[in-house]
């Protein structure tokens, strides 16, 4: 993975998520232990985000400097160069030579591919519009694994708003190679696009798509929940149509009376009542807080000596 990009999750081999796993492990048993670690003492991040970001951005900062190296960072485009109207590419062309590595979210599908041809140094794709989220899939993975002790012989339901979700056209991607189960649960107007499906199906992946919650319920393992991405409905009406389509509550959990785990990428908004926080089933902010030695583990591997 040396000084190589990361623009979406088709590019990981299973080989590759087991490096990352195995790797982030150790940084998490490092941190816990508040072990110092140094080893990017001559590395400097820079982190460009054109989009709304907590998790991500924090994330992957609070990596770099338990690492021991630097960050420089654009929280948004108002306070930068693009608010006069330079491009993106001419952005990324001056700051290049200035870091080591560059972490990008940008409204545009295809966005980090773009400018990664542009680089001179690594690029990593923090999710491009309602394209890829692939980093996000990493985290994901390592927490179904903390979680379950495997991912192989799963079933995971990936729910809500599938058409724009990048987590989950990431996480789908990730997840097809590994022998697992997929329930893709949606409005009929929220479905995984075509293009993923075919790439899961031609993968081996069985796959089953639904609009019922409850069902997917009694058959998953892991519950995958995501909102309704108001920011890309053109249509207010249509979202404010959608949003209330997923709503899980603790009764839900209790009646499929199994051993489920609920995940979300976060934010939430009104797809998990907050009463199910305390359950053991919600994982969501350990989830979030793999953020950190998952990203630490990959930073490594691409920019570390
Ligand atoms: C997600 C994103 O930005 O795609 N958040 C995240 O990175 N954890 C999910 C979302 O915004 O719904």
């Known amino acids: 993975m040396k000084a190589k990009d990361v623009l979406t999750a088709e590019q990981f081999t299973r080989e590759d998520l087991s490096i990352i796993i195995d790797k982030a492990a150790q940084f998490s048993r490092a941190l816990k232990k508040s072990e110092t670690i140094e080893i990017m003492k001559n590395n400097i991040m820079a982190t ?3 989009e709304p970001s907590t998790r991500t951005r924090f994330s992957f900062e609070t ?7 630097k960050v420089i960072s654009m929280a948004d485009a108002d306070s930068s160069s693009v608010a006069k109207g330079e491009s993106l590419c001419d952005t990324i062309c001056s700051i290049h030579d200035y870091v080591d590595i560059i972490v990008l979210r940008h409204p545009e599908i295809g966005s980090a591919q ?17 394209g890829q989220h692939p980093t996000q899939a990493l985290l994901d993975i390592y927490t179904i694994r903390q979680e379950k002790g495997r991912i192989d012989g799963l079933t995971i339901a990936l729910a809500g708003d599938l058409k724009h979700g990048r987590t989950v056209h990431s996480l789908a991607q990730v997840l097809s190679l590994y022998n697992v189960k997929l329930l ?3 409005p009929l107007t929220l479905r995984m696009p075509e293009e993923i499906v075919r790439g899961l199906e031609n993968a081996g992946v ?20 995501t909102r309704v991405q108001r920011e890309r409905f053109v249509n207010t009406e249509e979202y404010e149509n959608l949003k209330g389509v997923y ?4 009764e839900m959990i209790k009646i499929v009376d199994k051993d489920i785990t609920i995940m979300h990428p976060l934010p939430r908004v009104n797809e998990i ?4 926080d305390e359950m ?11 953020g950190v030695p998952v990203r630490m583990a990959l930073l490594s591997l691409i920019i570390g000596e």
């Open 184 to 186: 893709l649960v949606s």
């Open 280 to 290: 053991p089933a919600a994982v969501y902010f350990r989830q979030a807080a793999n």
């Open 48 to 50: 460009l985000f054109f």
């Open 114 to 130: 773009l400018v990664a041809e542009v680089a001179e140094c690594p690029v990593i794709n923090a999710g491009d519009g309602s």
């Open 273 to 276: 009542d907050s009463a199910i």
């Open 63 to 69: 990596a770099m400097l338990r690492m021991g190296g």
């Open 247 to 250: 709503v899980l509550t603790k």
């Open 206 to 225: 069985i796959i089953e798509q639904t609009q019922d919650l409850h069902k997917a319920l009694y058959s998953c393992d892991v519950l995958y929940i």
